[in-house]
């Protein structure tokens, strides 16, 4: 007699044919597809074959390429794969996935390494989990959100000091290639004050994933953390589903209660993947060769971050590439439009030897008002007009054209100007907790 606690199965949900498509076109990263129904954002599998054929076998072999509905036009759907497309051909079969919507996560997921399909690769085994995690970046109700209203301390004195973020702030970390961003980065991951940190090596070179966990992690901060990593050499959709999918872990955390840190390297790659979908897709470039489509998207990404409902935070610093040390840079711009301040790392600075070479000048933390005391900010403001007074007679003192006492508070700056250095010159394995830099800082101006 077959027992009551097994579920009964209706005889409608038993499936009488699987659906299958037929690929019928492939240009680049770009596959077409008929003969099925499949839905924009739908995963699928493509049939590939190959000419090896095991011993004592005629068939060849057989493997499937996972890919994803990107948009479609008539009966036609357009496909892009997470991998490279390989073996294809004509005609080939094309069957829908009926995939879960959420991946299982818990407190398992501390410590690994993930791709941008939430697999393991770090080779110890799979994942556990006893929560769902929706793959799609979660939004929240802004008139919901809790404020910023405590500091962040990420452990770096020009920051902490001058340009004090909060718990729950979007921030970008802008600069050109090779000015040190991804050491700054590794600075904050370090000592940064956080329960969870979420990290997305987001289309940068695979010589720096390995390097990033091992010197600027290390082990003590891998074991608070979720690695999500898409290099440079996976496909544009791989790191578009990375990017995303560090905004969900980090958020699931968030929304446990615990304080996060999101840090995402970088969010030029992520538009430049982006740009390449559209592209292919049809859509016309804009700006740069942007299309229009990438500058919607951004918004709605880093919308995901931020504080939520509960008393978790999540805290996220993107670090955003500028080219050519063009500050004005379409996705530059954008980025310092929709988020909460951003930070400046000067490529003159960089070559005097003055690291990290933040440019306090052309930075902003908009939430610092709101989280630094009445006596910092003061002498904040303080210290950047004195950094203002010094740059402009900088390049008279070799020259001996500058004279003293024409003006006291030019001649303060110069004064004060060594010390100033020394208070923003911090080494990379360096700490500087938030009471101890704003300490400093008072004395700075004593």
């Avoid at 390429?65 to 009966?75: I, P």
């Amino acid at each position: 007699m077959i027992s009551h606690a097994l579920r009964r199965v209706e005889l409608g949900e038993v499936p009488v044919a699987t659906p299958t498509g037929r690929l019928i076109g492939a240009s680049g990263l770009l596959l077409e597809a008929t003969g099925c129904t499949l839905r924009t954002g739908q995963r699928c599998l493509i049939e590939t074959g190959s000419d090896h054929r095991p011993e004592g076998t005629e068939a060849p072999l057989r493997d499937w390429l996972a890919a994803q509905v990107v948009g479609f036009r008539d009966q036609t759907a357009y496909l892009m794969p997470f991998k490279k497309p390989d073996g294809l051909a004509a005609g080939a079969r094309v069957l829908p996935v009926v995939e879960r919507t959420h991946l299982m996560i818990g407190p398992q997921w501390l410590g690994r390494i993930v791709n941008g399909l939430g697999e393991p690769i770090d080779g110890l085994g799979r994942l556990g989990g006893d929560l769902p995690l929706n793959m799609s970046p979660p939004k929240v109700n802004p008139l919901r959100k809790r404020p910023v209203d405590e500091p962040l301390d990420v452990g770096v004195r020009a920051i902490n000091g001058l340009l004090t973020l909060g718990r729950g702030q979007r921030v970008g970390l802008m600069a050109g290639s090779g000015v040190g961003k991804s050491v700054l980065l590794g600075l904050i991951t370090r000592n940064t004050v956080a329960d969870v940190v979420v990290v997305g090596l987001i289309g940068e070179r695979g010589r720096e994933v390995r390097e990033f966990i091992e010197l600027s992690l290390g082990e003590a901060g891998l074991a608070r953390a979720v690695v999500v990593v898409a290099p440079a050499d996976e496909s544009p959709l791989m790191r578009l589903r990375a990017t995303e999918l560090c905004h969900s872990i980090a958020a699931h955390y968030r929304d446990q209660g615990q304080h996060v840190l999101l840090l995402i390297d970088s969010l030029t790659r992520y538009a430049m993947a982006r740009r390449e979908v559209a592209l292919a897709l049809g859509e016309p470039p804009a700006t740069r060769g942007y299309p229009p489509s990438v500058f919607s998207l951004l918004p709605e990404l880093v919308e995901s971050a931020g504080n939520g409902e509960g008393p978790g935070s999540m805290s996220a610093i993107y670090t955003v590439l500028a080219e050519g040390d063009d500050q004005q840079d379409p996705v530059v711009d954008t980025a310092r439009a929709i988020l909460d301040g951003h930070i400046v790392l000067s490529r003159a600075l960089a070559e005097r030897g003055h690291y990290p070479a933040i440019d306090v000048a052309q930075s902003i933390s908009r939430c610092m008002s709101l989280v630094a005391g009445r006596p910092q900010q003061e002498a904040a403001r303080l210290v950047k007009q004195l950094m203002a007074r010094f740059e402009q007679v900088r390049e008279l003192m070799p020259l001996g054209a500058y004279v003293p006492g024409a003006d006291p508070a030019t001649d303060r700056a110069v004064a004060l100007w060594p010390r100033i250095e020394a208070f923003l010159h911090q080494g990379t394995h360096e700490g500087a907790p938030m009471e101890q830099t704003v300490a400093r800082l008072q004395e700075l101006l004593a």
